[in-house]
Structures are given as C-alpha cells and as structure tokens.
C-alpha cells in the first residue's frame, strides 16, 4: 500500500479554540476543512516540514511547535484504478496570541476559522483521524 507523509499543525489560543484550513478550493480527497501543513519532503524531518509549510502556507515561523503525536489513517482509496494509500500524519501543536493570528497571511486554502474542539468533530476533515482532536482536546485542556 502506498503511503503519504505529512506534517500538521495544530494551532489553539487562549479560549481553546482551534484554527483550521477551509479546504473547499485545494480539496484531496473531499475535506472541507483541514489542519495547517502538507507532505514531508524526502531528507526533511517533520519538525522540519511542518516549519516550512506553516512559512509557506501562512508567512509565518512558528518558533516552538510541539510534537502532538503520530496518527495513521489507512485504506484511503485513490483515484480509479490506483488502489487505496495510508496517511501518515506527523502533528505538531502550539498555542497563538491574537496578535500572531493577526500577523499570518494566507496563500493556501478558501480561508481559516476559529473552532471549538466540539464544532470540529462535526466537521468533514476526512480523511485526517479524529483522534488528533481528542489529543488536542486533553493537551489544551492541561
């Protein structure tokens, strides 16, 4: 089965909210709303990738991210004919100030939002594993 790396990250502010990527124009596999990040390039690590996706995506360095967890979602069927991949999801997270948030500037996806933990349960984030956002949730929540 082939496999698919990336490195995410979580971002969360003082209310315990999470900010999260309107997917709808850079859809991959039908999610309407996503974690900042993207694939690891080969030599890199995913601290290292998850660094420069954030650069990339919002022009903004994120100084300490810390490693959430590793998360594998398999069976994610491809394109016809192609057969299904696993995602391998590397997630980092890090709290925000308002003024950071003020400071990102998007070049990736439809927008970004503020979301309680709660609301993004309800939200399509397939195929990313909704046990990041229990994690999430536990990790804020210390």
Known sequence: MAERKL????????????????????????EDWG?????IDEGETPKQ???RE??????FNIKKPEFLGRYETTGI???????EIKV???????????G????????EGAGMEWFSIEQAKT??????????????EKRIKK
């Open 49 to 51: 990738a998850v660094v």
């Open 7 to 30: 490195a995410l990250m979580v971002f969360y502010n003082s209310d315990g909210k999470i900010l999260l990527q309107d997917r709808f124009n850079m859809r991959k596999w039908g």
């Open 88 to 98: 391998i999801q590397e997630v980092f997270i890090a709290m925000i100030s308002e």
């Open 100 to 107: 950071d948030y003020e400071s990102m500037i998007l070049h």
């Open 123 to 136: 939200l399509n984030m397939y195929p990313l594993d909704p046990k990041i956002l229990e994690d999430v």
């Open 35 to 39: 974690y900042f990040g993207g694939a």
């Open 77 to 83: 069927p491809l394109k016809k004919h192609l057969g």
């Open 54 to 59: 954030i650069r990339e995506e919002l022009e």
